[in-house]
């Protein structure tokens, strides 16, 4: 599987899960009444949103810092983040007492940036490098070589994508019979660790990814199953945005059945519905399974199903914005 360690399969995702339990929450997968009227099929919400620093990032994040060597904490970590990733690796710093070099991109919202700080404390460096996602990453792999630091990566780590395969096997813990699921598809960890435990326990069941315009090299590398290369346009999920590896789009295509692609206003609707319907805050990433309901892109046809919100880390200003009433 390329840079993988090894093809990570359902027995380390409840490997993980057994890690977690105590140190992540087990967030609440609920019935959506205003969303299963408009899909006409049950439609539950799995809440990650109400996870610990506001999103999914903390399952992988965790487990991934557990398994380092005594050599490998030694030496430190070097990662990079859109900024939900990054979170997880300074609260697990701070707790393991390991330096934690963390890159985000220019466009990390200042509020994921914050966290990053408080929650590593001494124990973590913030470099914002003045790039997109995919510069940051050289520059962090860059830091890690010159430095003997390991590196983390954010997607492309097998016991990563078990700790967030964790999220899934709630999922089915909670509601047993879900037959459609949508998982937002940013590099491919969450979205091959959910399938992971989905299929493992349903066999049977659906699950697509789903993404925006402005960042879909998922949508235009599904087909042919090879990765290809995109125009990355400035986008609210930014939590999803840049490039993908060959090795998760090919754990992809073994039990995810296909992409969606959502606008950018599908994904301020989404926002706005779920925080009118739901009283909830999410973010942009975390908006897109139900920008794709909302937008008749999902076609559930009666099935139960299940709408991954993976985080709620958006910044006061873009609320505010997206939230405000039109002319």
């Given at each position: 599987m390329g840079a993988l360690a090894f093809e990570p399969a359902f027995k380390d995702v409840v490997r993980a899960c057994r890690f977690l339990r105590g140190r992540v929450r087990h967030t609440p997968t609920e019935y959506s009444y205003a969303l299963s009227?408009?899909?006409?099929?049950?439609?539950?919400?799995?809440w990650e949103n109400r996870q610990l620093c506001g999103a999914f990032k903390i399952r992988g994040a965790l487990y991934r810092m557990s398994v380092l060597s005594e050599e490998e904490r030694a030496r430190g970590v070097v990662t990079c983040s859109s900024g939900n990733h990054g979170q997880g690796v300074a609260l697990a710093a701070q707790e393991m007492k390991v330096k934690a070099t963390v890159f985000v991109p220019r466009t990390c919202p200042e509020t994921k940036k914050q966290a990053i700080r408080r929650l590593g404390g001494e124990w973590v460096s913030l470099v914002v490098?003045?790039?997109?996602?995919?510069?940051?990453?050289?520059?962090?792999?860059?830091?890690?070589?010159?430095?003997?630091?390991?590196?983390?990566?954010?997607?492309?780590?097998?016991?990563?994508?078990?700790?967030?395969?964790?999220?899934?096997?709630?999922?089915?813990?909670?509601?047993?019979?879900?037959?459609?699921?949508?998982?937002p598809a940013g590099g491919g960890g969450l979205l091959n660790g959910i399938a992971i435990s989905a299929k493992a326990v349903n066999p049977d069941v659906e699950i697509f990814g789903v993404q925006s315009v402005a960042s879909n090299p998922w949508v235009v590398s599904w087909e042919g199953g090879v990765v290809k290369t995109v125009e990355y346009l400035d986008t609210l999920a930014d939590g999803l945005a840049g490039a993908i590896p060959q090795s998760l789009l090919s754990l992809a295509k073994k039990r995810v059945s296909g992409i969606y692609e959502v606008t950018e206003d599908d994904i301020r609707r989404a926002i706005a519905f779920v925080h009118a319907e739901h009283r909830q805050v999410i973010e942009g990433a975390g908006a897109v399974g139900v920008a794709a309901l909302l937008a008749g892109k999902a076609k559930p046809n009666g099935r139960k199903t299940c709408v991954f919100v993976s985080g709620g880390n958006i910044d006061n200003t873009r609320l505010r914005e997206i939230l405000a009433p039109g002319p």
């Amino acid at each position: 599987m390329g840079a993988l360690a090894f093809e990570p399969a359902f027995k380390d995702v409840v490997r993980a899960c057994r890690f977690l339990r105590g140190r992540v929450r087990h967030t609440p997968t609920e019935y959506s009444y205003a969303l299963s009227d408009i899909a006409g099929a049950p439609v539950y919400v799995k809440w990650e949103n109400r996870q610990l620093c506001g999103a999914f990032k903390i399952r992988g994040a965790l487990y991934r810092m557990s398994v380092l060597s005594e050599e490998e904490r030694a030496r430190g970590v070097v990662t990079c983040s859109s900024g939900n990733h990054g979170q997880g690796v300074a609260l697990a710093a701070q707790e393991m007492k390991v330096k934690a070099t963390v890159f985000v991109p220019r466009t990390c919202p200042e509020t994921k940036k914050q966290a990053i700080r408080r929650l590593g404390g001494e124990w973590v460096s913030l470099v914002v490098a003045d790039g997109d996602f995919d510069f940051a990453d050289q520059e962090a792999i860059r830091f890690a070589k010159e430095t003997g630091g390991t590196y983390i990566s954010s997607f492309e780590d097998s016991c990563l994508i078990a700790g967030q395969g964790t999220a899934g096997l709630e999922i089915f813990m909670d509601e047993p019979d879900i037959e459609y699921l949508l998982v937002p598809a940013g590099g491919g960890g969450l979205l091959n660790g959910i399938a992971i435990s989905a299929k493992a326990v349903n066999p049977d069941v659906e699950i697509f990814g789903v993404q925006s315009v402005a960042s879909n090299p998922w949508v235009v590398s599904w087909e042919g199953g090879v990765v290809k290369t995109v125009e990355y346009l400035d986008t609210l999920a930014d939590g999803l945005a840049g490039a993908i590896p060959q090795s998760l789009l090919s754990l992809a295509k073994k039990r995810v059945s296909g992409i969606y692609e959502v606008t950018e206003d599908d994904i301020r609707r989404a926002i706005a519905f779920v925080h009118a319907e739901h009283r909830q805050v999410i973010e942009g990433a975390g908006a897109v399974g139900v920008a794709a309901l909302l937008a008749g892109k999902a076609k559930p046809n009666g099935r139960k199903t299940c709408v991954f919100v993976s985080g709620g880390n958006i910044d006061n200003t873009r609320l505010r914005e997206i939230l405000a009433p039109g002319p």
